[in-house]
């Protein structure tokens, strides 16, 4: 049986939402959108968040949407993996209080895929959350989805994250979060097929 969500046993991982991504990733500002009320959410309910960027130098940093000021380490990598030598150290700090990751960004079928795969041969429990997540293809999106939940991952949405950790309407910071739920994202087809 899965851990349940809560603030005090998970983390965010945002992976790779890059300037130099805008015009290659379907749906790219309906996901920034998503992230965006992930990033917010995590600091409304102090939860950490832990941010990587794919070789910046080339691919930029993080788009400015994304308010990262809070995260707990931003990371530089060429890996695939987010979990570089600075994350795992981050995490491992965090240990053995957090057992769940939730996980968004780009690429679905790279970054992402292998993170999570890391992730869960390291004992986590991991949420994708599929409309803060994409990849220049829907296919590639797709059967990235297909393929990790077959490994054991829970394919979710970001108000379904968000409403997980806050578990009650009762929640001290219900009404702080409310705003993240005033406008519901438009259909795009991002979580068609799950």
Do not use: W
Not at 53 to 61: A, C, N, R
Not at 86 to 115: M, N, W, Y
């Amino acid at each position: 049986m899965a851990s349940p969500l809560n603030t005090s046993n998970t983390v965010f991982f945002l992976c790779d939402i890059q300037e130099k991504f805008k015009n290659a990733m379907l749906h790219f500002d309906l996901v920034v959108s998503a992230a965006s009320k992930l990033v917010t959410a995590a600091k409304i309910l102090s939860v950490p968040l832990f941010v990587t960027e794919q070789y910046p130098k080339g691919l930029g940093k993080t788009v400015p949407e994304l308010d990262i000021s809070q995260a707990a380490i931003v990371s530089s990598k060429t890996r695939f993996c987010m979990l570089t030598p600075e994350v795992k150290r981050e995490l491992e700090k965090r240990s053995p209080d957090v057992k769940v990751v939730v996980l968004f960004g780009i690429e679905a079928h790279v970054c992402v895929e292998q993170t999570a795969l890391e992730l869960l041969q390291r004992g986590y429990i991991v949420h994708i959350v599929a409309d803060a997540t994409t990849s220049r293809t829907q296919e590639d999106r797709l059967l990235a989805f297909d393929r990790l939940k077959q490994a054991g991952c829970f394919i979710s949405t970001r108000e379904s994250i968000i409403f997980k950790l806050l578990g009650d309407k009762e929640h001290p910071k219900f009404n702080e979060t409310r705003p993240l739920f005033a406008n519901p994202m438009a259909s795009t087809g991002l979580v068609t097929k799950l």
